[in-house]
């Protein structure tokens, strides 16, 4: 007996399993049908199918099986024949995940929406209950900084709760303060966790965990269970202040990222622009505790959108073969715990010191600002809170304005600059790199057009004119912060993609501490200097740290091929 092949017909792509009984005999298929050399249309076709079997797995002493390549087979109707060694189900862990980047447009919008109105929570928790002036975004210290007799007439919210826990007014700070802390720190936890095991699990056991705090802040019977709590929600609520950038780098390429990281910002903007009012009308209407509700109602809106239409984006870097050998030697050694100061090893990175340096001076800027002009338009315009929340509106909307027109013109001369790069056609033409994004006639002259509004801003209010002009200014303020802020969110995700949560997490934490030294340092810095020349420092303050982004777009590739030839360098001294 001959032994079994595989072969091929004329009137399939699929391959049969055939027996030869004699040399010259019939041969026989799995079927039991007979089948001739000249059942096939063309002889040679048939001869030039048998040439070209290979590898063959020896099934027993007297049986081989001869598996064939097939290379280029002509298209036949489906359905014929089935491959009987084929395994009938295959395990889902096995099934090709589709890469994020290549979902449909709707899909990524869709994801886009969901993690904005996720990236409002914290802001909006943070505001709501304390019913203060719409701030860009809450900070202890400018809780402390206020006098406490300003705070009882005007915001009786915050009164409300204080007499419900029989507590102090530093009892009721304390519970802000508490939420910002934890707010800053909570997302170098999670972009450690969800640069590891996926952006999904983090965000579902995120939000659950806000739901809880929420409820259990409206249920609260003192101040210490209802400190304990807003901590609680903001541990929950901050996944999002790290993860929603890393989320994004996963859907969007560099080309569209700008586009994607303006839209998502203006979640997070017009969620503390709107806190303040939503959190005084619920108060005055249904009492401090609706405000908790409120908030959980909201959370578990956000948790159920992301459980039914948020897929899991996040995919583990493609490794080569040395790093797979290098992570085979580190499986035998002792796991290391997860350090959740990780994302701060960034900072070493030259090029995102640099920029993370430069958006904390915007920061230290933007909430000086915010810190005063609330204080300012109430006392010297005698402005009520609902008054001058509507005041800030101009210098929100001018955020958003500022924000989208920052990052679709980033995207814009991204995408010039790798087209150009694509015309070249000598070979070796420079591959693209992130910095190209940085940079044009928006990016600085927002710069300088931050010390002209910052400028006439603080010699509006110093000289006592209309209030009209001051707001006037806020709006090119806003606009002028948010077209770099935006545009190095971005670029610092291009730099560290697969680690986009934990560069934003960094970037985060350190202007969270900027922005808290300039609450902290306004009033007294505002007193001693005055308006006018105060945020006339401030403008030239930003204009003199752009030096930073000059340096940036002239050496950061310079230090990355630098950095990349000395790991390779390694890897062949320890190969050797």
Not at 24 to 47: A, K, R, Y
Not at 232 to 247: K, L, N, P, Q, R
Not at 408 to 421: E, I, P, Q, W
């Amino acid at each position: 007996m001959e032994p079994i092949t595989r072969q091929i017909t004329s009137q399939s792509n699929k391959s049969i399993f055939v027996v030869a009984l004699d040399q010259d005999g019939p041969m026989v298929s799995h079927t039991m049908e007979t089948i001739n050399h000249h059942d096939t249309s063309d002889d040679d076709d048939f001869d030039h199918h048998l040439e070209r079997t290979s590898k063959q797995l020896t099934l027993s002493s007297d049986i081989t099986i001869q598996q064939e390549e097939v290379k280029s087979v002509p298209p036949s109707p489906p359905g014929r024949w089935k491959n009987p060694f084929r395994s009938k189900r295959r395990s889902s862990s096995d099934e090709p995940k589709p890469d994020p980047r290549q979902f449909s447009r709707m899909k990524k919008n869709m994801i886009l929406m969901i993690v904005a109105a996720a990236g409002a929570s914290s802001p909006l928790a943070s505001t709501i209950y304390v019913s203060l002036p719409n701030v860009v975004c809450t900070d202890p210290f400018f809780i402390l900084t206020l006098n406490v007799s300003y705070i009882k007439k005007k915001y009786p919210a915050l009164i409300d709760m204080q007499v419900a826990f029989d507590t102090s007014d530093t009892a009721m700070n304390a519970s802000v303060s508490i939420f910002t802390f934890f707010t800053a720190f909570f997302p170098l936890l999670w972009a450690a966790a969800g640069d590891r095991v996926g952006r999904r699990k983090i965000y579902l056991m995120s939000f659950l965990i806000s739901v809880i705090g929420s409820l259990c802040c409206g249920f609260s019977v003192n101040i210490t269970m209802f400190i304990v709590f807003r901590a609680f929600s903001a541990i929950g609520s901050s996944s999002v202040m790290s993860m929603g950038a890393g989320t994004l780098a996963d859907i969007f390429e560099a080309h569209e990222r700008g586009r994607a990281f303006a839209l998502y910002t203006c979640g997070p903007l017009l969620g503390p622009a709107l806190g303040p009012i939503i959190g005084g009308y619920l108060s005055k209407g249904l009492g401090f505790r609706s405000i908790f509700y409120f908030l959980a109602i909201f959370n578990f809106c956000v948790f159920l959108s992301i459980f039914f239409f948020l897929p899991e984006t996040w995919r583990p870097a493609v490794l080569t073969v040395e790093q797979q050998k290098a992570a085979a030697q580190q499986t035998n050694k002792k796991k290391k715990r997860m350090n959740p100061l990780e994302a701060l090893n960034l900072l070493l990175n030259r090029n995102i010191a640099l920029a993370v340096t430069f958006v904390g001076v915007l920061f230290f800027s933007l909430y000086i600002v915010s810190t005063t002009f609330s204080r300012t338009y109430a006392s010297q315009y005698g402005m009520d809170s609902g008054t001058v929340g509507l005041c800030y509106l101009p210098n929100a909307l001018g955020c958003m304005v500022g924000g989208i027109a920052g990052g679709r013109m980033s995207d814009v001369r991204y995408n010039k600059a790798v087209a150009r790069l694509n015309d070249q056609e000598e070979k070796g033409a420079q591959a693209a790199y992130p910095e190209m994004r940085l940079g044009g006639w928006l990016f600085y002259g927002a710069i300088i057009l931050n010390l002209l509004a910052m400028t006439a801003y603080g010699w509006c209010v110093q000289e006592n004119v209309h209030w009209a002009y001051g707001v006037v200014c806020q709006f090119f303020v806003g606009i002028a912060l948010m077209v770099p802020n935006v545009t190095l969110s971005a670029y610092m995700v291009d730099c560290f993609r697969k680690r986009g949560a934990s560069v934003t997490a960094c970037n985060n934490f350190a202007r969270y501490i900027m922005a808290g030294i300039g609450s902290l340092v306004s009033s007294d810095l505002e007193r001693a200097m005055g308006s006018g020349p105060l945020f006339t420092m401030l403008g030239g303050a930003l204009l003199v740290f752009s030096v930073n982004l000059i340096l940036i777009q002239w050496k950061a590739n310079d230090w990355r091929l630098a950095k990349q030839t000395e790991k390779d360098l390694q890897v062949v001294k320890d190969h050797s």
